[in-house]
């Protein structure tokens, strides 16, 4: 299909470890989001990139979590030392325009991610 | 910055009942505001949108309508059904700022 994918769909790791996370974007879509959702919680703005500039980096929760996108293709997000509180669905989306314009971001189904 | 508030529930409603689920919102610019659905055990999809005042959104008999005088984009439906129950975020987009989202509000729908 032509939707936003994530992977893995699931993820258990222990505490301490580090995992990455993959989001392929729509193709043509020059913005890319990351958000957290915890179980019953609303949505977590983690990170956005558009185009070649510099990704705004202002939700991250600290010096663990990272992401990079290849020009407009995938990005990964990497969450190091991995602690319990890391648990949540990571929800990646696309957008045709960068943020401010009237496109509507396609969400990916998630990555869940389980820190034991 | 910008901001948004829904109404957090959750809200229980019984088949054939009127919904209003209220959002208001807090933006420097001119947003466009966009209400999304997530269903049980989906991902998030989105249910309608307006890009100005006085435009009106609508989709699935769902519908919303931009009021900048009172700065909300309450969403409402006629007639819920059983189907509908899911939650439903409130967000928007504003000239040089990401996407908002309200919290959330969870519906159900009770036959």
């Known amino acids: 299909g032509a939707g936003v994918s994530q992977s893995p769909s699931n993820k258990v790791t222990e505490k301490g470890k580090d995992v990455e996370l993959r989001c392929d974007p729509i193709?043509?879509?020059?913005?890319l989001y990351w958000y957290r959702q915890r179980l019953g919680q609303g949505l977590e703005f983690l990170i956005y990139?558009?185009?070649?500039?510099?990704?705004?980096k202002s939700g991250l929760p600290s010096d663990r979590f990272s992401a990079e996108r290849t020009g407009e293709s995938v990005s990964t997000l990497t969450i190091q030392r991995t602690q319990q509180e890391d648990s949540a669905v990571y929800l990646c989306?696309?957008?045709?325009?960068?943020?401010?314009?009237?496109?509507?971001?396609?969400f990916g189904p998630g990555t869940r991610l389980t820190v034991l | 910055g910008d901001s948004v508030t829904q109404m957090e529930g959750p809200v229980t409603l019984s088949e054939e009942a009127f919904l209003t689920i209220n959002c208001t919102y807090t933006a420097t610019g001119y947003p466009s505001l966009f209400w999304y659905v997530q269903y049980p055990g989906e991902g998030l999809q989105l249910l309608l949108k307006?890009?100005?005042?006085?435009d009106k959104g609508s989709n699935k008999g769902f519908e919303a309508t931009y009021r900048k005088e009172t700065t909300s984009f309450h969403l409402e439906k006629g007639s819920v059904q059983v189907s509908d129950s899911a939650v439903y975020f409130c967000a928007l987009t504003s000239g040089g700022q990401n996407f908002v989202f309200g919290p959330g509000t969870r519906l159900s729908v009770l036959p």
């Open positions: 307006a890009t100005k005042a006085d």
């Open positions: 193709s043509g879509h020059t913005a």
């Open positions: 990139f558009q185009g070649n500039s510099a990704p705004d």
């Open positions: 989306a696309s957008s045709l325009g960068p943020s401010g314009s009237k496109n509507e971001q396609f």
